[in-house]
C-alpha cells in the first residue's frame, strides 16, 4: 500500500537528516492540511531532521500511521535509523474536541514537557491534553507500528484540532493554497521549537 502511495504523481515525499531529533508529519498537504508547514519551520529553526509526505489537490487519501511501514520506504528507513527520538504532527477534527491539543506516543516524558509548553502558551480557549487515558484511543499514537514510536527513545504524536490550523480573517486553513499565516500557527510553531531547543539541551539518565 505504502509503496504504490508513494508513486503518485500528486505524492511527494521528503527526508532532511540534520540533527538525532526529527519532526514527521506524513499526512500532510491537502489532508490534514498545514501540519507539514508546521513541521517543516519546526525542523529548520531548531536543526532536527524532517520527514514529511504532501498530499497535492485534489487528493486526500489517508494512509494509515501504522502503514507508513520503513521497509517500504528508503527515506522513512534512513529517517527513523537516523533520528533517536521524534515528533509527528497531524490533523484532527471532532466536534466534542474541536479546541484541544492532544499529545500522545510513547514518549511520555517528551510527551509531558511539549504539553507544558504548550499548557503555557497557547491562549483560551484552546486546551492541551497529554493524559493518555483522557485522549480517545484512536489518536493515543501508542501503536508501535506508528512511525513516531520506532526511533530508539519512542516519540510523541501531537493530533491539532482544525481551530489551530484555521485562518479566521481568511477563511481557510493557514498556510494552504495562498492563505496567509494565522496568528495562532505563528504561536504554535514557537512553542514547538522552544520545546524541541529545551529538550535538547535537558540532562538526561
Known amino acids: 500500500m505504502l509503496r504504490e502511495f508513494l508513486q503518485r504523481p500528486e505524492v ?69 535509523e537516523h533520528v533517536d527520538t521524534a515528533i509527528s504532527l497531524h490533523g484532527y477534527g471532532r ?14 516524558a517528551l510527551a509531558n514537557h511539549v504539553a507544558d509548553h504548550l499548557r503555557a502558551g497557547m491562549p483560551e480557549p484552546f486546551g492541551v491534553i497529554d493524559r493518555i487515558d483522557e485522549i480517545p484511543e484512536g489518536l493515543r499514537g501508542q501503536h508501535p507500528n506508528n512511525p ?15 481551530t489551530t490550523r484555521w485562518n479566521r480573517e481568511e477563511s481557510n486553513w493557514s498556510d494552504h493554497a495562498g492563505t496567509g499565516r494565522a496568528p495562532q ?14 529538550w535538547n539541551t535537558t540532562p538526561r539518565n
Open 185 to 198: 500557527v505563528s504561536l504554535l510553531i514557537d512553542l514547538l521549537v522552544a520545546a524541541v531547543a529545551t
Open 95 to 108: 466536534e466534542d474536541r474541536f479546541w484541544d491539543l492532544l499529545v500522545g506516543g510513547r514518549n511520555r
Open 148 to 162: 513516531v514510536n520506532l526511533p530508539r527513545e519512542g516519540g510523541v504524536q501531537i493530533e491539532l484540532p482544525p
Open 12 to 80: 511527494t515525499e521528503t527526508s532532511e537528516l540534520r540533527s538525532a531529533f526529527g519532526i514527521m508529519a506524513f499526512h500532510g498537504g491537502n489532508l490534514e492540511r498545514t501540519t507539514d508547514v508546521i513541521a517543516s519551520e519546526v525542523a529548520a529553526r531548531t536543526g532536527s531532521s524532517i520527514y514529511t509526505v504532501v498530499q497535492a489537490h485534489p487528493l486526500r487519501e489517508h494512509i494509515p500511521s501504522t502503514a507508513f511501514n520503513p521497509a517500504h520506504s528508503p527515506r522513512l528507513a534512513d529517517f527513523i
